[in-house]
């Protein structure tokens, strides 16, 4: 199950392991606490048989196996244990107790006990067994004693040396439970601080927030978070000033249709009107043009929407192009010709490539004086980063001087004295869809004299 809330996981995180070591360590006391009660059941077995052992001895020939009570009464500690036992000659004659208790395998042949289990009349026994020599014979005669005890006091100590443990592990682990939340409240507190210091904040308040109050492990997630902020105010003041000029372009081509539909309506002359119904149709469809360039440019800038990852053939796009403008040519007799010198195909999206070559082409024609050239180059091959395509856009117009190659990618903005109708956009919309291809524009001189723009552009989808 997913766990969204940061406490919950490092909670989960501290606690679990914690937990699995506190497993462990019971695990172990478990052991430790039959190891202690196998030792205690041993040496109280060991006294026993060496009680019963040394009491056995011979008197005036004959062999007296007396158990002393002693020897059984070690055994009581209130759980109701049963004591068993048997006394056997070295011969294998029983001289006292149970005939039938279960012997060692081997039998004992030192005089130090031997432990081992066994069961006995349904009862599961812990037994010793001591081969001791025969007070009071010549010959070196010895006895061996066998004591068995049932295993509820063993048991009852187990228990009882395990459940104190593991109580004391169990509130060990309540109280790391306890002090990790205490700490991690305390810990927490500066990234609560910190969500409360961004929550105050107003809607338009895109200031960077204070790092110095923050642990140096957050101050990342508010760099971050300023940088982010700052990219976020940068583009609200671009949106700013892409609505103030926009404004200001439909203004004025606003005011000039509907100066000229007035004076149409106004003036009696036929030949007035029709002037007048000329200029505002052109005006129209400067307009017209204005708005799908602003349409163009916000369908081209990051995030606003969703782009097409498709092989781009730019051969085939630059001839759809010139066929589009071939008429803007013959208008203004200028010659406008295509040179494939190799394929050329990239991946994006094809309708805003499209878009970016109508702008570089359509800029050329408007800038170019009649009876001039533009030339559109499509070539493709190794770059300096892998395969590259390549389209190049040359005329023989005024140019762009270099110190201005700069400002013009920005937006609205004409080269003082630039004559033509243009509304400052088109190079705009070109960068956006270029850098949104990975690719690069370069401005240069052409070969006549004009302006010479290239799109460098990854190839073959690299």
Do not use: C
């Amino acid at each position: 199950m997913r766990i969204d809330s940061l406490r919950l996981q490092l909670l989960r995180w501290l606690l679990l392991p914690l937990a699995g070591l506190v497993a462990v360590n019971v695990f172990t006391s478990w052991r430790q606490a039959s190891a202690t009660a196998d030792l205690v059941t041993d040496r109280t077995l060991d006294a026993s048989v060496r009680a019963i052992a040394e009491d056995v001895r011979i008197d005036r020939g004959v062999i007296d196996a007396i158990v002393p009570p002693v020897a059984l009464e070690m055994f009581d500690t209130g759980h109701r244990d049963r004591v068993f036992y048997r006394v056997d000659t070295a011969a294998g004659r029983l001289l006292t107790g149970y005939p039938d208790l279960p012997l060692p395998e081997p039998p004992p042949k030192a005089s130090a006990p031997v432990h081992f289990t066994g069961s006995y009349r349904g009862n599961d026994l812990r037994l010793a067994a001591l081969s001791y020599p025969l007070v009071g014979a010549t010959d070196g005669e010895r006895v061996t004693v066998v004591v068995g005890v049932t295993l509820a006091g063993h048991a009852a100590m187990v228990r009882e040396l395990w459940v104190g443990n593991f109580g004391q592990q169990l509130i060990l682990l309540v109280a790391a439970g306890v002090l990790v939340i205490i700490g991690l409240g305390r810990g927490l507190a500066p990234l609560m601080r910190l969500r409360e210091a961004v929550m105050e904040k107003g809607r338009d308040d895109l200031s960077p927030l204070p790092d110095h109050a923050v642990q140096s492990e957050l101050r990342p997630l508010v760099a971050a978070l300023n940088t982010y902020m700052g990219r976020v105010a940068g583009q609200m003041a671009a949106q700013r000033r892409f609505v103030a000029n926009a404004a200001h372009q439909l203004r004025t081509p606003l005011a000039l249709l509907a100066t000229q539909v007035a004076f149409a309506r106004r003036t009696g002359e036929a030949a007035e009107r029709a002037e007048a119904l000329a200029g505002a149709e052109e005006s129209t469809r400067r307009l017209a043009r204005l708005a799908a360039q602003l349409l163009t440019l916000s369908r081209a800038e990051p995030g606003s929407r969703r782009p097409r990852d498709e092989d781009i053939d730019l051969a085939q796009s630059a001839r759809q192009v010139l066929e589009g403008l071939a008429h803007l040519a013959v208008e203004r007799d200028i010659d406008l010709g295509l040179d494939v010198n190799a394929a050329a195909v990239t991946r994006g999206d094809g309708a805003m490539m499209r878009e970016a070559v109508v702008n570089l082409v359509e800029n050329a024609l408007r800038y170019t004086p009649k009876g001039g050239t533009v030339t559109v180059t499509v070539d493709g091959g190794a770059g300096e980063a892998g395969p590259e395509a390549v389209l190049m856009v040359e005329d023989s117009g005024p140019g762009i001087p270099p110190d201005e190659r700069d400002k013009v990618f920005e937006r609205f903005y004409r080269v003082p004295g630039t004559p033509g109708e243009g509304s400052g956009i088109g190079l705009s919309i070109v960068r956006e869809v270029v850098d949104g291809a990975g690719g690069t524009l370069i401005l240069g001189t052409a070969a006549a004299g004009g302006l010479r723009v290239e799109m460098r552009l990854p190839g073959d989808g690299g």
